[in-house]
């Protein structure tokens, strides 16, 4: 089922992400992940695309597999080191297991920040326009509540996210953020400029205080005092920290789904005992 159907449903959608082994002998271990999120009824689950494209063999197996277990599937496509006849081989891929979700993204830039020479596509939007013109796919879209990192002001971001849903983008999943009022202050600032696909609202639980580092760097995302408090009091204390990052994420949720936003991502980190304790968290409220 596509995406975009799922998300016109009167019900509150809660999806996970996951990502595939870099190593096809790792493939069976990472379809028990999927099993055990199944088992929760996820309204989807994405699937991730290895930087340059180095699990791209994994995530349509991947997908697959989620499919095959009842779950719809959204496959990440990312394009910065991909050809025009790498993109359209994915696609076809994907068309040929019946996965008709696919995220658009661009994909982190080289490290030493050279674009190869081979490259046909530099911005997601180009993508969302390639993945349209080959075939009936709903397309999704990353958006960035605190604005991209590469951007020089929120103002251009959001000009580039309106090019993104010109070009065909079915709905938007956020990056991560930790303070619920930076997202409320987005979906406002995006409905000014006339941008009105579903906002579906990407939530980390963060249970290790070493990922704290690396998510602000990747995302940007600020980490209000709240947030700061609970990880400096349980940073040396792994099953504190994984408890407390578990009602964070639990009360992010709650007050998103309180104020009125109907689809939540998390992403899991491919730990299925965190997506399972926070689905029991909010049974009865997702009902």
Partial sequence: MKISTI?????????????????????????????ELAAVHPDFIS??????????????????????????????????????????????????NHIENVLALR????????????????Y??????????????????????????????????????KEKVECGCDFLTTQMFFDNNVFYSFLYRILAKDIRVPVVAGVMPVTNARQIARICALSGAALPPRFSNMADRFANDPASMRQAGIAYA????????SNGVRAIHLYTMNQPDVALKIFENISEIIK
Wanted: charged share 25%; proline share 4%; hydrophobic share 35%.
């Fill in 250 to 257: 639990t009360e992010q949720i709650i007050d998103l789904i």
């Fill in 7 to 35: 998300l016109q449903q009167d019900k509150i959608h809660v999806s996970c992400e996951i990502f595939p082994p870099k190593q096809s002998g790792k493939l069976q271990q990472t379809e028990e992940v999927v099993k």
């Fill in 124 to 161: 997601a939007s180009e993508l969302v326009c390639e993945i349209r013109s080959q075939g009936d796919f709903c397309i999704g879209a990353a958006c960035y509540p605190e604005g991209h990192v590469e951007s020089t002001s929120r103002e251009e971001d959001i000009a580039h996210l």
């Fill in 47 to 96: 699937v991730t695309y290895g930087a340059g494209g180095s699990t791209k063999a994994n995530t349509v197996r991947l997908a697959d597999i989620v499919q095959k277990h009842g779950i719809p599937a959204l496959a990440h496509l990312t394009c910065v080191s991909s050809t025009q006849e790498m993109v359209r081989d994915t696609l076809a891929e994907l068309r040929q």
């Fill in 107 to 122: 994909g982190d830039l080289p490290q030493d920040g050279n674009v190869p020479v081979q490259q046909q596509y530099r």
